[in-house]
Protein backbone atom coordinates (compact mmCIF):
# COMPACT_ATOMS: atom_id res chain seq x y z
CA UNK A 1 0.00 0.00 0.00
CA UNK A 2 1.37 3.62 -0.99
CA UNK A 3 1.48 6.19 1.22
CA UNK A 4 1.64 10.65 1.75
CA UNK A 5 4.21 12.83 3.31
CA UNK A 6 2.19 15.26 4.98
CA UNK A 7 4.29 18.72 6.60
CA UNK A 8 2.87 22.24 7.49
CA UNK A 9 3.92 24.06 10.41
CA UNK A 10 2.16 24.71 13.67
CA UNK A 11 2.63 27.71 16.16
CA UNK A 12 5.40 27.31 19.08
CA UNK A 13 6.65 29.18 22.13
CA UNK A 14 9.86 31.07 21.12
CA UNK A 15 12.07 29.77 23.80
CA UNK A 16 15.48 28.20 24.20
CA UNK A 17 15.50 24.90 26.37
CA UNK A 18 18.08 22.31 27.88
CA UNK A 19 18.00 19.15 26.01
CA UNK A 20 18.90 16.50 28.53
CA UNK A 21 19.13 13.83 26.57
CA UNK A 22 22.05 15.35 23.94
CA UNK A 23 23.24 18.33 26.81
CA UNK A 24 22.79 20.73 24.12
CA UNK A 25 20.50 24.17 24.11
CA UNK A 26 17.15 23.03 22.20
CA UNK A 27 14.77 25.85 20.88
CA UNK A 28 16.37 27.10 18.11
CA UNK A 29 15.81 27.09 14.37
CA UNK A 30 17.34 24.50 12.26
CA UNK A 31 18.10 27.26 9.73
CA UNK A 32 20.73 28.67 11.54
CA UNK A 33 21.26 26.58 14.72
CA UNK A 34 24.32 24.82 12.99
CA UNK A 35 26.40 28.38 12.81
CA UNK A 36 27.13 27.92 16.54
CA UNK A 37 27.93 25.25 19.41
CA UNK A 38 24.92 24.36 21.06
CA UNK A 39 26.17 21.79 23.11
CA UNK A 40 26.69 22.62 26.81
CA UNK A 41 30.31 22.41 28.20
CA UNK A 42 31.07 25.15 29.98
CA UNK A 43 29.84 28.18 30.67
CA UNK A 44 31.72 30.27 27.99
CA UNK A 45 29.81 27.76 25.26
CA UNK A 46 26.40 29.44 27.22
CA UNK A 47 27.72 32.83 27.22
CA UNK A 48 28.40 32.48 23.49
CA UNK A 49 25.24 31.08 22.46
CA UNK A 50 23.36 33.80 24.26
CA UNK A 51 25.53 36.61 22.56
CA UNK A 52 24.89 34.74 19.12
CA UNK A 53 21.27 34.94 20.04
CA UNK A 54 20.55 38.13 21.71
CA UNK A 55 23.43 40.00 20.63
CA UNK A 56 23.78 43.30 18.40
CA UNK A 57 23.83 40.98 15.40
CA UNK A 58 22.19 37.44 15.76
CA UNK A 59 23.55 34.49 14.28
CA UNK A 60 20.88 32.25 15.12
CA UNK A 61 16.83 32.59 15.86
CA UNK A 62 14.61 30.62 18.35
CA UNK A 63 12.20 28.90 16.28
CA UNK A 64 9.07 30.86 15.25
CA UNK A 65 7.28 27.74 14.55
CA UNK A 66 7.73 23.66 13.78
CA UNK A 67 7.42 21.98 10.83
CA UNK A 68 5.76 18.73 11.39
CA UNK A 69 6.07 16.07 8.86
CA UNK A 70 4.14 12.42 9.26
CA UNK A 71 3.14 9.76 6.84
CA UNK A 72 -0.40 8.45 6.12
CA UNK A 73 -1.28 5.12 4.32
CA UNK A 74 -4.02 5.50 1.58
CA UNK A 75 -5.95 2.53 3.72
CA UNK A 76 -9.38 2.23 5.08
CA UNK A 77 -7.27 0.30 7.95
CA UNK A 78 -4.40 1.34 10.17
CA UNK A 79 -4.42 4.99 8.41
CA UNK A 80 -3.57 7.46 10.73
CA UNK A 81 -0.89 9.38 10.46
CA UNK A 82 2.51 8.40 11.79
CA UNK A 83 4.26 11.93 12.85
CA UNK A 84 8.28 11.58 11.44
CA UNK A 85 9.96 14.98 12.26
CA UNK A 86 9.72 18.00 14.08
CA UNK A 87 11.92 20.76 12.89
CA UNK A 88 12.03 24.46 14.35
CA UNK A 89 12.29 27.23 11.98
CA UNK A 90 12.56 31.13 12.50
CA UNK A 91 10.29 31.73 8.57
CA UNK A 92 13.82 32.69 7.01
CA UNK A 93 13.83 29.48 5.14
CA UNK A 94 14.28 29.73 0.78
CA UNK A 95 12.80 26.88 -1.08
CA UNK A 96 16.38 25.74 -1.95
CA UNK A 97 16.22 24.88 1.76
CA UNK A 98 12.52 23.51 1.76
CA UNK A 99 13.43 21.15 -1.38
CA UNK A 100 16.56 19.68 1.07
CA UNK A 101 14.43 19.02 3.70
CA UNK A 102 11.34 17.37 1.79
CA UNK A 103 13.96 15.50 -0.08
CA UNK A 104 15.92 14.21 2.60
CA UNK A 105 12.95 12.88 4.28
CA UNK A 106 11.49 11.00 1.43
CA UNK A 107 15.11 9.40 1.18
CA UNK A 108 14.93 8.41 4.61
CA UNK A 109 11.45 7.09 4.18
CA UNK A 110 12.64 5.09 0.85
CA UNK A 111 16.21 3.78 2.07
CA UNK A 112 15.67 2.82 5.54
CA UNK A 113 14.43 -1.08 6.85
CA UNK A 114 12.05 0.55 8.60
CA UNK A 115 10.06 2.74 6.36
CA UNK A 116 9.80 1.87 2.65
CA UNK A 117 10.88 -1.75 2.54
CA UNK A 118 8.54 -2.73 5.86
CA UNK A 119 5.51 -0.45 4.97
CA UNK A 120 4.83 0.82 1.00
CA UNK A 121 6.40 3.71 -0.44
CA UNK A 122 5.43 7.40 -0.67
CA UNK A 123 2.75 7.65 -3.65
CA UNK A 124 2.23 11.39 -2.42
CA UNK A 125 3.37 14.78 -1.30
CA UNK A 126 0.47 17.42 -0.63
CA UNK A 127 1.01 20.73 0.55
CA UNK A 128 -0.94 23.55 1.62
CA UNK A 129 -0.53 27.01 -0.38
CA UNK A 130 2.60 28.13 1.41
CA UNK A 131 4.28 30.07 -1.49
CA UNK A 132 8.29 28.34 -0.42
CA UNK A 133 6.86 25.13 -0.33
CA UNK A 134 4.99 25.45 -3.59
CA UNK A 135 8.51 26.46 -5.25
CA UNK A 136 10.60 23.78 -3.55
CA UNK A 137 7.12 21.16 -4.37
CA UNK A 138 7.60 22.28 -8.22
CA UNK A 139 11.35 21.99 -8.31
CA UNK A 140 11.00 18.49 -7.27
CA UNK A 141 8.10 16.89 -7.88
CA UNK A 142 7.60 18.10 -11.92
CA UNK A 143 10.81 16.55 -12.70
CA UNK A 144 9.44 13.94 -14.82
CA UNK A 145 6.46 13.05 -17.39
CA UNK A 146 4.92 9.82 -16.97
CA UNK A 147 5.56 7.76 -20.43
CA UNK A 148 3.77 6.02 -22.40
CA UNK A 149 5.34 2.17 -21.40
CA UNK A 150 4.53 2.73 -18.05
CA UNK A 151 1.19 0.32 -16.94
CA UNK A 152 -0.49 3.62 -15.32
CA UNK A 153 -0.09 6.04 -18.89
CA UNK A 154 -3.14 4.15 -20.74
CA UNK A 155 -5.57 4.74 -17.80
CA UNK A 156 -4.47 8.27 -16.32
CA UNK A 157 -3.59 10.12 -20.36
CA UNK A 158 -7.76 10.22 -20.64
CA UNK A 159 -8.22 12.35 -17.11
CA UNK A 160 -8.46 15.17 -18.37
CA UNK A 161 -6.65 17.84 -16.38
CA UNK A 162 -4.73 15.32 -14.45
CA UNK A 163 -0.66 16.13 -13.93
CA UNK A 164 1.56 13.30 -15.16
CA UNK A 165 4.51 15.17 -13.81
CA UNK A 166 6.55 13.26 -11.25
CA UNK A 167 9.78 12.94 -8.99
CA UNK A 168 12.11 9.70 -8.88
CA UNK A 169 10.18 6.93 -7.87
CA UNK A 170 6.86 7.93 -8.99
CA UNK A 171 5.87 10.44 -6.05
CA UNK A 172 3.40 12.88 -7.38
CA UNK A 173 2.51 16.30 -5.93
CA UNK A 174 -0.33 17.60 -4.69
CA UNK A 175 -2.29 20.37 -3.42
CA UNK A 176 -4.84 20.24 -0.33
CA UNK A 177 -7.95 21.25 -2.07
CA UNK A 178 -8.99 23.32 1.40
CA UNK A 179 -6.47 25.49 -0.14
CA UNK A 180 -6.98 25.61 -3.35
CA UNK A 181 -10.44 26.69 -3.56
CA UNK A 182 -9.43 29.70 -1.37
CA UNK A 183 -7.49 31.26 -4.30
Known amino acids: ?????LMDEIAINEAAYYEKSSNCIGGLCRDYAGLIDIKLTDYETIANASEAIHGDNPLCHYG??????????F?????????????LTCKTEKADD???????????WRTNPNGETRFGPIWSFPTD????????????????DLGSSSMLYETLLHL???????????????????HLIKR
Do not use: Q
Not at 64 to 73: D, M, N, P, Q, S
Not at 129 to 144: G, V
Not at 160 to 178: E, Q, S, W, Y
Open 64 to 73: KEATVGAIAA
Open 129 to 144: SDSTRRLACHSLFMKY
Open 98 to 108: AEILIERVLDC
Open 1 to 5: RGHSL
Open 75 to 87: SGNHYSPLPILVS
Open 160 to 178: PGLNLKFRAHLVTMDFNPK
